[in-house]
Protein backbone atom coordinates (compact mmCIF):
# COMPACT_ATOMS: atom_id res chain seq x y z
CA UNK A 1 0.00 0.00 0.00
CA UNK A 2 2.36 2.58 1.19
CA UNK A 3 5.02 1.48 -1.62
CA UNK A 4 2.16 1.94 -4.22
CA UNK A 5 1.11 5.51 -3.15
CA UNK A 6 4.64 6.94 -2.90
CA UNK A 7 4.91 5.68 -6.49
CA UNK A 8 2.05 8.16 -7.22
CA UNK A 9 3.60 11.28 -6.10
CA UNK A 10 5.58 11.97 -9.27
CA UNK A 11 2.56 11.30 -11.72
CA UNK A 12 0.29 12.91 -9.99
CA UNK A 13 2.48 16.34 -10.38
CA UNK A 14 1.55 16.28 -13.78
CA UNK A 15 -2.10 16.09 -13.16
CA UNK A 16 -1.79 18.74 -10.65
CA UNK A 17 -4.80 20.63 -11.28
CA UNK A 18 -7.47 18.12 -11.50
CA UNK A 19 -5.66 16.65 -8.60
CA UNK A 20 -6.42 19.67 -6.12
CA UNK A 21 -9.66 20.04 -7.46
CA UNK A 22 -10.81 16.75 -6.47
CA UNK A 23 -8.84 17.04 -3.11
CA UNK A 24 -10.46 20.19 -2.08
CA UNK A 25 -14.32 19.13 -2.64
CA UNK A 26 -13.15 15.64 -1.31
CA UNK A 27 -11.78 17.29 1.82
CA UNK A 28 -14.69 19.52 2.25
CA UNK A 29 -17.10 16.44 2.02
CA UNK A 30 -15.29 14.58 4.69
CA UNK A 31 -15.13 17.67 6.87
CA UNK A 32 -18.83 17.93 6.63
CA UNK A 33 -19.52 14.36 7.15
CA UNK A 34 -17.11 14.08 10.26
CA UNK A 35 -18.38 17.03 11.86
CA UNK A 36 -22.33 15.79 10.93
CA UNK A 37 -21.10 13.16 12.71
CA UNK A 38 -19.21 14.68 15.44
CA UNK A 39 -22.40 16.52 16.03
CA UNK A 40 -24.76 13.44 16.43
CA UNK A 41 -22.09 11.77 18.72
CA UNK A 42 -21.73 14.74 20.94
CA UNK A 43 -25.83 14.93 20.55
CA UNK A 44 -26.18 11.87 21.97
CA UNK A 45 -22.96 11.27 24.00
CA UNK A 46 -23.18 13.98 26.24
CA UNK A 47 -20.73 13.11 28.78
CA UNK A 48 -17.90 12.26 26.05
CA UNK A 49 -18.72 15.85 25.10
CA UNK A 50 -15.42 17.37 25.68
CA UNK A 51 -13.06 14.99 24.21
CA UNK A 52 -15.37 15.10 20.85
CA UNK A 53 -14.90 19.04 21.19
CA UNK A 54 -11.38 17.95 21.58
CA UNK A 55 -11.18 16.11 18.58
CA UNK A 56 -12.83 18.89 16.85
CA UNK A 57 -10.25 21.23 16.87
CA UNK A 58 -7.92 18.62 14.68
CA UNK A 59 -7.63 19.66 11.08
CA UNK A 60 -6.96 16.68 9.42
CA UNK A 61 -9.69 14.00 8.30
CA UNK A 62 -7.72 11.22 8.92
CA UNK A 63 -6.93 12.13 12.98
CA UNK A 64 -10.59 13.44 13.33
CA UNK A 65 -12.32 10.40 11.69
CA UNK A 66 -10.27 8.12 14.40
CA UNK A 67 -10.79 9.82 17.23
CA UNK A 68 -14.99 10.15 16.43
CA UNK A 69 -16.19 7.05 17.35
CA UNK A 70 -13.51 4.85 18.70
CA UNK A 71 -11.96 6.55 22.16
CA UNK A 72 -14.61 8.19 23.82
CA UNK A 73 -16.68 5.06 23.31
CA UNK A 74 -13.66 3.10 25.01
CA UNK A 75 -13.07 5.60 28.37
CA UNK A 76 -16.71 4.95 28.68
CA UNK A 77 -16.34 1.52 29.44
CA UNK A 78 -13.34 1.22 31.84
CA UNK A 79 -13.55 -2.10 32.91
CA UNK A 80 -13.92 -2.14 36.66
CA UNK A 81 -12.94 -5.03 39.21
CA UNK A 82 -9.50 -6.57 39.53
CA UNK A 83 -6.60 -6.07 37.14
CA UNK A 84 -6.36 -9.22 34.54
CA UNK A 85 -3.75 -11.64 34.18
CA UNK A 86 -0.80 -10.52 32.44
CA UNK A 87 2.71 -11.18 31.32
CA UNK A 88 5.31 -10.39 33.58
CA UNK A 89 7.20 -6.80 32.61
CA UNK A 90 11.34 -6.55 33.27
CA UNK A 91 12.29 -7.10 37.27
CA UNK A 92 13.47 -2.89 37.64
CA UNK A 93 16.10 -2.44 40.25
CA UNK A 94 16.30 -0.40 42.91
CA UNK A 95 18.44 2.85 41.98
CA UNK A 96 20.77 2.21 44.73
CA UNK A 97 21.31 -1.31 44.03
CA UNK A 98 21.41 -1.51 40.20
CA UNK A 99 22.00 -4.35 37.65
CA UNK A 100 25.85 -5.41 36.80
CA UNK A 101 26.72 -8.77 35.33
CA UNK A 102 29.77 -8.91 37.79
CA UNK A 103 27.40 -8.35 41.03
CA UNK A 104 25.11 -11.17 39.81
CA UNK A 105 28.35 -13.26 39.50
CA UNK A 106 29.32 -12.31 43.02
CA UNK A 107 25.80 -12.63 44.15
CA UNK A 108 25.63 -15.82 43.05
CA UNK A 109 28.53 -17.15 45.13
CA UNK A 110 27.30 -15.84 48.59
CA UNK A 111 24.03 -17.77 47.87
CA UNK A 112 25.59 -20.71 47.84
CA UNK A 113 28.13 -20.14 50.64
CA UNK A 114 27.52 -22.02 53.30
CA UNK A 115 30.13 -19.60 55.35
CA UNK A 116 27.81 -17.08 55.88
CA UNK A 117 26.14 -19.26 58.54
CA UNK A 118 26.94 -19.11 62.08
CA UNK A 119 28.60 -22.47 62.42
CA UNK A 120 29.35 -22.83 58.14
CA UNK A 121 26.52 -25.71 57.27
CA UNK A 122 24.36 -23.46 56.19
CA UNK A 123 23.71 -21.59 52.55
CA UNK A 124 20.69 -19.74 51.18
CA UNK A 125 20.83 -22.35 48.29
CA UNK A 126 20.52 -25.26 51.56
CA UNK A 127 16.71 -23.49 52.27
CA UNK A 128 16.25 -22.32 49.05
CA UNK A 129 17.62 -24.72 46.49
CA UNK A 130 18.60 -23.49 42.78
CA UNK A 131 18.68 -27.39 41.67
CA UNK A 132 14.99 -28.69 41.71
CA UNK A 133 13.25 -25.64 40.03
CA UNK A 134 11.62 -24.94 43.67
CA UNK A 135 14.18 -22.45 45.16
CA UNK A 136 12.10 -23.32 49.02
CA UNK A 137 12.73 -26.62 50.50
CA UNK A 138 9.67 -29.15 50.06
CA UNK A 139 9.07 -29.57 54.36
CA UNK A 140 5.96 -27.97 55.27
CA UNK A 141 7.88 -26.38 58.01
CA UNK A 142 11.45 -25.15 57.09
CA UNK A 143 14.31 -27.09 59.06
CA UNK A 144 16.09 -24.08 60.84
CA UNK A 145 19.48 -22.87 62.17
CA UNK A 146 21.25 -26.28 63.56
CA UNK A 147 19.15 -27.44 66.68
CA UNK A 148 16.37 -25.33 65.92
CA UNK A 149 13.42 -25.58 63.67
CA UNK A 150 11.98 -22.61 61.46
CA UNK A 151 8.11 -21.76 62.05
CA UNK A 152 7.08 -21.26 58.33
CA UNK A 153 7.51 -22.84 54.78
CA UNK A 154 10.29 -20.96 53.16
CA UNK A 155 8.77 -19.16 50.70
CA UNK A 156 10.07 -19.89 47.05
CA UNK A 157 11.95 -17.08 45.50
CA UNK A 158 10.90 -17.23 41.93
CA UNK A 159 9.90 -13.83 41.18
CA UNK A 160 10.09 -11.88 44.58
CA UNK A 161 11.55 -9.22 42.88
CA UNK A 162 8.07 -8.43 41.81
CA UNK A 163 6.70 -7.68 45.42
CA UNK A 164 7.00 -4.77 47.26
CA UNK A 165 7.36 -6.52 50.52
CA UNK A 166 8.84 -9.75 51.71
CA UNK A 167 7.88 -12.67 53.99
CA UNK A 168 4.57 -14.46 54.37
CA UNK A 169 3.61 -11.27 56.46
CA UNK A 170 5.25 -8.70 54.75
CA UNK A 171 7.43 -7.72 57.34
CA UNK A 172 10.26 -6.87 55.10
CA UNK A 173 10.56 -3.75 52.55
CA UNK A 174 13.44 -5.04 50.17
CA UNK A 175 15.13 -8.01 49.30
CA UNK A 176 18.34 -6.40 51.14
CA UNK A 177 16.36 -6.40 54.22
CA UNK A 178 14.88 -9.70 53.95
CA UNK A 179 18.20 -11.77 53.31
CA UNK A 180 19.96 -9.59 56.25
CA UNK A 181 17.88 -11.38 58.66
CA UNK A 182 18.09 -14.92 56.68
CA UNK A 183 21.81 -14.72 57.01
CA UNK A 184 21.28 -13.37 60.95
CA UNK A 185 18.33 -14.61 62.01
CA UNK A 186 18.90 -17.21 64.91
CA UNK A 187 16.78 -19.81 62.97
CA UNK A 188 18.21 -19.38 59.41
CA UNK A 189 22.12 -18.86 59.14
CA UNK A 190 23.14 -16.79 62.72
CA UNK A 191 25.63 -15.11 61.50
CA UNK A 192 27.37 -12.18 62.85
CA UNK A 193 27.58 -9.82 60.42
CA UNK A 194 31.05 -8.79 61.81
CA UNK A 195 32.09 -12.44 61.69
CA UNK A 196 31.11 -12.78 57.95
CA UNK A 197 33.42 -9.57 57.08
CA UNK A 198 35.84 -11.33 58.80
CA UNK A 199 35.63 -14.60 56.60
CA UNK A 200 35.45 -12.75 53.43
CA UNK A 201 38.20 -10.20 54.37
CA UNK A 202 40.40 -13.65 54.30
CA UNK A 203 39.32 -15.09 51.30
CA UNK A 204 41.83 -12.96 47.90
CA UNK A 205 38.99 -14.07 45.58
CA UNK A 206 35.97 -12.37 47.47
CA UNK A 207 38.39 -9.38 48.28
CA UNK A 208 39.25 -8.95 44.47
CA UNK A 209 35.55 -9.04 43.43
CA UNK A 210 34.14 -6.99 46.27
CA UNK A 211 36.92 -3.88 45.05
CA UNK A 212 36.15 -4.80 41.45
CA UNK A 213 32.23 -4.39 41.87
CA UNK A 214 31.75 -2.06 44.97
CA UNK A 215 35.40 -0.70 45.15
CA UNK A 216 35.70 -1.90 49.03
CA UNK A 217 39.13 -2.29 50.44
CA UNK A 218 37.39 -5.05 52.40
CA UNK A 219 34.38 -6.54 51.55
CA UNK A 220 31.45 -5.36 53.66
CA UNK A 221 28.60 -7.11 54.77
CA UNK A 222 26.14 -4.35 53.41
CA UNK A 223 27.87 -4.97 50.11
CA UNK A 224 27.36 -8.73 50.17
CA UNK A 225 23.62 -8.58 51.00
CA UNK A 226 23.03 -5.98 47.68
CA UNK A 227 25.04 -8.86 45.75
CA UNK A 228 22.89 -11.39 46.68
CA UNK A 229 19.89 -9.59 46.42
CA UNK A 230 20.98 -8.54 42.80
CA UNK A 231 21.37 -11.95 42.01
CA UNK A 232 17.86 -13.11 43.76
CA UNK A 233 16.16 -10.46 41.18
CA UNK A 234 17.40 -12.71 38.38
CA UNK A 235 15.35 -15.77 39.24
CA UNK A 236 12.00 -15.16 37.01
CA UNK A 237 9.46 -17.34 35.97
CA UNK A 238 10.88 -18.60 32.40
CA UNK A 239 8.67 -19.65 29.12
CA UNK A 240 5.34 -19.79 31.20
CA UNK A 241 2.93 -21.30 28.68
CA UNK A 242 -0.17 -19.25 29.95
CA UNK A 243 2.04 -16.45 28.86
CA UNK A 244 2.83 -17.62 25.54
CA UNK A 245 -1.33 -18.01 25.56
CA UNK A 246 -1.67 -14.08 26.61
CA UNK A 247 0.58 -13.22 23.94
CA UNK A 248 -1.81 -14.88 21.58
CA UNK A 249 -0.64 -18.48 21.35
CA UNK A 250 -4.06 -20.50 21.10
CA UNK A 251 -2.00 -23.80 21.26
CA UNK A 252 0.06 -22.83 24.16
CA UNK A 253 -2.15 -24.39 26.62
CA UNK A 254 -5.01 -27.46 26.86
CA UNK A 255 -8.82 -26.98 26.30
CA UNK A 256 -8.67 -28.08 30.06
CA UNK A 257 -6.59 -25.37 31.22
CA UNK A 258 -8.87 -22.56 29.60
CA UNK A 259 -11.89 -23.66 31.01
CA UNK A 260 -9.97 -23.23 34.41
CA UNK A 261 -8.72 -20.16 33.57
CA UNK A 262 -12.60 -19.59 32.51
CA UNK A 263 -13.41 -20.51 36.19
CA UNK A 264 -10.42 -18.77 38.08
CA UNK A 265 -11.65 -15.50 36.44
CA UNK A 266 -15.23 -16.16 37.14
CA UNK A 267 -17.35 -18.75 39.28
CA UNK A 268 -14.24 -19.81 41.23
CA UNK A 269 -13.13 -15.80 41.35
CA UNK A 270 -9.30 -16.62 42.41
CA UNK A 271 -8.38 -13.21 40.47
CA UNK A 272 -10.27 -11.39 43.33
CA UNK A 273 -6.67 -11.62 44.84
CA UNK A 274 -4.51 -13.60 42.81
CA UNK A 275 -4.51 -10.81 39.52
CA UNK A 276 -2.45 -8.76 37.36
CA UNK A 277 0.87 -9.12 36.06
CA UNK A 278 2.45 -11.32 39.54
CA UNK A 279 -0.75 -13.05 39.66
CA UNK A 280 -0.99 -11.99 43.40
CA UNK A 281 -2.27 -8.68 44.67
CA UNK A 282 0.50 -7.98 46.76
CA UNK A 283 -2.15 -7.45 49.93
CA UNK A 284 -2.85 -9.87 52.80
CA UNK A 285 -5.71 -11.92 53.42
CA UNK A 286 -7.02 -14.28 55.85
CA UNK A 287 -8.37 -17.35 53.71
CA UNK A 288 -8.35 -19.93 57.50
CA UNK A 289 -5.62 -22.43 56.26
CA UNK A 290 -5.09 -24.49 59.63
CA UNK A 291 -2.24 -24.85 61.96
CA UNK A 292 0.17 -27.54 60.43
CA UNK A 293 -0.64 -30.64 62.18
CA UNK A 294 1.99 -30.88 65.55
CA UNK A 295 2.76 -27.19 65.37
CA UNK A 296 1.50 -26.97 69.00
CA UNK A 297 2.77 -30.01 70.55
CA UNK A 298 6.35 -30.25 69.12
CA UNK A 299 8.50 -28.27 71.52
CA UNK A 300 10.92 -26.85 69.04
CA UNK A 301 7.82 -25.53 66.90
CA UNK A 302 7.04 -24.18 70.07
CA UNK A 303 10.47 -22.63 71.01
CA UNK A 304 10.81 -21.10 67.65
CA UNK A 305 7.15 -20.00 68.02
CA UNK A 306 7.12 -18.18 71.69
CA UNK A 307 10.64 -16.32 70.42
CA UNK A 308 9.18 -15.37 67.36
CA UNK A 309 6.25 -14.00 69.20
CA UNK A 310 9.20 -12.32 71.26
CA UNK A 311 10.87 -10.89 68.27
CA UNK A 312 8.27 -9.63 66.85
CA UNK A 313 7.04 -7.32 69.47
CA UNK A 314 3.36 -8.54 70.92
CA UNK A 315 1.60 -8.17 74.16
CA UNK A 316 2.65 -10.57 77.15
CA UNK A 317 -0.67 -11.81 77.03
CA UNK A 318 -0.20 -12.70 73.53
CA UNK A 319 3.14 -14.19 73.46
CA UNK A 320 1.61 -16.52 76.38
CA UNK A 321 -1.40 -17.21 74.85
CA UNK A 322 -0.72 -17.30 70.72
CA UNK A 323 -1.74 -20.89 69.19
CA UNK A 324 -1.69 -19.50 65.49
CA UNK A 325 0.84 -17.58 63.29
CA UNK A 326 -0.52 -14.14 63.39
CA UNK A 327 0.88 -12.85 60.00
CA UNK A 328 0.12 -9.10 58.80
CA UNK A 329 -0.86 -8.75 62.62
CA UNK A 330 3.34 -9.09 63.53
CA UNK A 331 3.50 -5.72 61.34
CA UNK A 332 0.50 -3.91 61.90
CA UNK A 333 -0.48 -5.03 65.68
CA UNK A 334 -4.09 -4.20 64.33
CA UNK A 335 -6.49 -7.22 65.65
CA UNK A 336 -8.25 -7.11 62.22
CA UNK A 337 -4.90 -8.53 60.35
CA UNK A 338 -4.41 -11.54 62.58
CA UNK A 339 -3.88 -14.66 60.32
CA UNK A 340 -3.53 -12.77 56.93
CA UNK A 341 -1.18 -13.73 54.76
CA UNK A 342 0.61 -11.97 51.55
CA UNK A 343 -1.23 -13.53 48.02
CA UNK A 344 1.13 -15.45 47.10
CA UNK A 345 1.65 -15.41 42.64
CA UNK A 346 0.85 -18.54 41.24
CA UNK A 347 3.47 -18.69 38.64
CA UNK A 348 5.82 -21.95 38.88
CA UNK A 349 3.69 -23.48 41.93
CA UNK A 350 3.59 -26.40 40.40
CA UNK A 351 7.36 -26.92 41.46
CA UNK A 352 6.59 -24.90 44.96
CA UNK A 353 4.75 -27.88 47.04
CA UNK A 354 4.08 -27.54 50.10
CA UNK A 355 1.71 -24.76 49.80
CA UNK A 356 0.49 -21.86 52.58
CA UNK A 357 2.91 -20.22 54.99
CA UNK A 358 2.87 -23.19 56.83
CA UNK A 359 2.74 -25.78 53.91
CA UNK A 360 -0.54 -27.54 55.61
CA UNK A 361 -1.68 -28.64 51.73
CA UNK A 362 0.69 -30.93 49.59
CA UNK A 363 -0.89 -30.81 45.94
CA UNK A 364 -2.18 -28.39 44.05
CA UNK A 365 -5.67 -30.44 44.34
CA UNK A 366 -6.05 -30.16 48.00
CA UNK A 367 -5.55 -26.21 47.85
CA UNK A 368 -8.68 -26.33 45.20
CA UNK A 369 -10.46 -28.08 47.21
CA UNK A 370 -9.79 -26.07 50.15
CA UNK A 371 -11.37 -23.60 48.03
CA UNK A 372 -13.64 -25.15 46.99
CA UNK A 373 -15.06 -25.56 50.94
CA UNK A 374 -14.83 -21.75 51.05
CA UNK A 375 -11.47 -22.07 52.60
CA UNK A 376 -10.91 -22.82 56.34
CA UNK A 377 -12.31 -20.83 59.79
CA UNK A 378 -11.56 -18.32 61.00
CA UNK A 379 -12.79 -14.85 62.98
CA UNK A 380 -10.70 -12.78 60.36
CA UNK A 381 -11.82 -14.82 57.12
CA UNK A 382 -12.09 -12.64 54.44
CA UNK A 383 -15.53 -12.67 52.97
CA UNK A 384 -14.10 -13.60 49.38
CA UNK A 385 -13.78 -17.09 50.69
CA UNK A 386 -17.30 -18.70 50.09
CA UNK A 387 -18.21 -22.62 49.38
CA UNK A 388 -17.75 -22.51 44.97
CA UNK A 389 -20.06 -25.49 44.76
CA UNK A 390 -17.28 -26.68 41.39
CA UNK A 391 -17.95 -30.34 40.05
CA UNK A 392 -15.06 -32.38 40.30
CA UNK A 393 -14.02 -32.00 36.67
CA UNK A 394 -14.08 -28.48 37.32
CA UNK A 395 -11.85 -28.56 39.77
CA UNK A 396 -9.60 -30.57 38.01
CA UNK A 397 -9.42 -27.89 35.36
CA UNK A 398 -8.61 -25.21 38.10
CA UNK A 399 -5.47 -27.58 38.25
CA UNK A 400 -5.00 -27.74 35.01
CA UNK A 401 -4.84 -24.26 34.51
CA UNK A 402 -2.30 -23.30 37.72
CA UNK A 403 -0.29 -26.26 36.27
CA UNK A 404 -0.05 -23.64 32.52
CA UNK A 405 1.49 -21.61 34.85
CA UNK A 406 4.61 -23.69 35.20
CA UNK A 407 7.54 -22.53 32.96
CA UNK A 408 10.74 -24.34 32.44
CA UNK A 409 12.59 -25.20 35.71
CA UNK A 410 15.18 -22.50 36.82
CA UNK A 411 17.58 -24.49 37.91
CA UNK A 412 21.43 -22.01 38.46
CA UNK A 413 24.36 -24.14 38.98
CA UNK A 414 26.84 -23.77 42.02
CA UNK A 415 29.77 -22.13 41.24
CA UNK A 416 33.28 -22.55 42.69
CA UNK A 417 33.51 -21.40 45.81
CA UNK A 418 36.12 -18.99 47.36
CA UNK A 419 39.07 -20.48 49.04
CA UNK A 420 40.32 -19.34 52.39
CA UNK A 421 43.98 -18.20 52.42
CA UNK A 422 45.97 -17.45 54.94
CA UNK A 423 46.33 -13.84 56.38
CA UNK A 424 49.25 -12.10 54.39
CA UNK A 425 50.48 -9.07 55.79
CA UNK A 426 52.57 -7.84 52.47
CA UNK A 427 49.57 -8.47 50.51
CA UNK A 428 46.90 -6.83 52.99
CA UNK A 429 49.28 -3.73 53.88
CA UNK A 430 49.51 -2.47 49.58
CA UNK A 431 45.37 -2.68 49.21
C1 LIG B 1 17.12 -22.23 57.46
C2 LIG B 1 16.43 -22.04 56.21
C3 LIG B 1 16.61 -20.75 55.47
C4 LIG B 1 17.80 -20.15 55.11
C5 LIG B 1 19.22 -20.59 55.44
C6 LIG B 1 17.43 -19.04 54.27
N1 LIG B 1 16.07 -18.95 54.16
FE1 LIG B 1 15.03 -17.61 53.06
N2 LIG B 1 13.33 -18.22 53.88
C7 LIG B 1 13.19 -19.29 54.74
C8 LIG B 1 11.85 -19.29 55.29
C9 LIG B 1 11.28 -20.31 56.25
C10 LIG B 1 11.19 -18.17 54.73
C11 LIG B 1 9.79 -17.64 55.07
C12 LIG B 1 10.02 -16.60 56.16
C13 LIG B 1 8.82 -15.82 56.60
O1 LIG B 1 7.90 -15.64 55.82
O2 LIG B 1 8.82 -15.37 57.75
C14 LIG B 1 12.15 -17.53 53.85
C15 LIG B 1 11.85 -16.41 53.07
C16 LIG B 1 12.72 -15.88 52.16
C17 LIG B 1 12.40 -14.82 51.22
C18 LIG B 1 11.06 -14.13 51.07
C19 LIG B 1 10.43 -14.48 49.75
C20 LIG B 1 9.12 -13.78 49.54
O3 LIG B 1 8.55 -13.94 48.45
O4 LIG B 1 8.62 -13.07 50.42
C21 LIG B 1 13.53 -14.56 50.51
C22 LIG B 1 13.71 -13.53 49.42
C23 LIG B 1 14.56 -15.44 51.01
N3 LIG B 1 14.04 -16.23 52.00
C24 LIG B 1 15.86 -15.45 50.56
C25 LIG B 1 16.90 -16.07 51.25
C26 LIG B 1 18.30 -15.83 51.00
C27 LIG B 1 18.87 -14.95 49.92
C28 LIG B 1 19.00 -16.56 51.90
C29 LIG B 1 20.50 -16.53 52.13
C30 LIG B 1 20.96 -15.18 52.41
C31 LIG B 1 18.02 -17.30 52.69
N4 LIG B 1 16.76 -16.96 52.28
C32 LIG B 1 18.34 -18.20 53.68
C33 LIG B 1 14.17 -20.21 55.05
C34 LIG B 1 15.53 -19.97 54.90
C1 LIG C 1 -9.38 -13.70 49.48
C2 LIG C 1 -8.19 -13.75 48.66
C3 LIG C 1 -7.91 -15.03 47.92
C4 LIG C 1 -8.72 -15.71 47.03
C5 LIG C 1 -10.13 -15.36 46.61
C6 LIG C 1 -7.96 -16.83 46.56
N1 LIG C 1 -6.71 -16.83 47.14
FE1 LIG C 1 -5.28 -18.22 46.85
N2 LIG C 1 -4.19 -17.41 48.36
C7 LIG C 1 -4.52 -16.27 49.06
C8 LIG C 1 -3.64 -16.11 50.19
C9 LIG C 1 -3.64 -14.97 51.19
C10 LIG C 1 -2.77 -17.23 50.19
C11 LIG C 1 -1.71 -17.56 51.24
C12 LIG C 1 -2.43 -18.01 52.50
C13 LIG C 1 -1.56 -18.55 53.61
O1 LIG C 1 -0.40 -18.88 53.40
O2 LIG C 1 -2.08 -18.67 54.74
C14 LIG C 1 -3.15 -18.02 49.01
C15 LIG C 1 -2.49 -19.18 48.59
C16 LIG C 1 -2.79 -19.87 47.42
C17 LIG C 1 -2.01 -20.95 46.89
C18 LIG C 1 -0.72 -21.50 47.50
C19 LIG C 1 0.48 -20.88 46.84
C20 LIG C 1 1.77 -21.16 47.56
O3 LIG C 1 2.81 -20.83 46.96
O4 LIG C 1 1.79 -21.65 48.70
C21 LIG C 1 -2.62 -21.37 45.74
C22 LIG C 1 -2.17 -22.48 44.81
C23 LIG C 1 -3.80 -20.55 45.57
N3 LIG C 1 -3.86 -19.64 46.61
C24 LIG C 1 -4.71 -20.67 44.53
C25 LIG C 1 -5.95 -20.05 44.54
C26 LIG C 1 -7.05 -20.44 43.69
C27 LIG C 1 -6.99 -21.54 42.65
C28 LIG C 1 -8.10 -19.64 44.03
C29 LIG C 1 -9.54 -19.68 43.51
C30 LIG C 1 -10.20 -20.96 43.71
C31 LIG C 1 -7.64 -18.74 45.08
N4 LIG C 1 -6.34 -19.04 45.35
C32 LIG C 1 -8.43 -17.76 45.65
C33 LIG C 1 -5.55 -15.41 48.75
C34 LIG C 1 -6.65 -15.76 47.97
Known amino acids: MSDKNNNQTPSGEKTMGAFTFIMLFGLAG???????????????????????????TTTTPAETGGAEAGDGAVEEEAPVGPPPLAVLPPVSYPPDNPYSEAKVELGRMLYFDPRFSGDGSLSCNSCHPASDGSWGVSSPISFGYPGSTHWRNASTIINTAYYSKLNWDGGKTSIEKQNKGAWGGVVAGNLDSGMAEERMAQMPEYVARFNDVFGDQYPTFEHALMAVATFQRTIVSQNVPFDAFLEGDENAI?????????????QANCIACHNGALISDDSYHNIGVPNAPGFTDNVLNQITFRYEQWAKGVTEEDYNTATEDMGLYYVTKNESDIGKFRTPGLRDACYTAPYMHNGVFSTLEEVVAFYNDGGGDHPNKDPLMQPLNLTAEEQASLVAFLESLCGDKIIVEMPELPEYAPWDMEEVSNR
Open 254 to 266: SDEAKAGYELFTG
Open 30 to 56: LLLVVAGGIFYYAYLNPPAEKETAESG
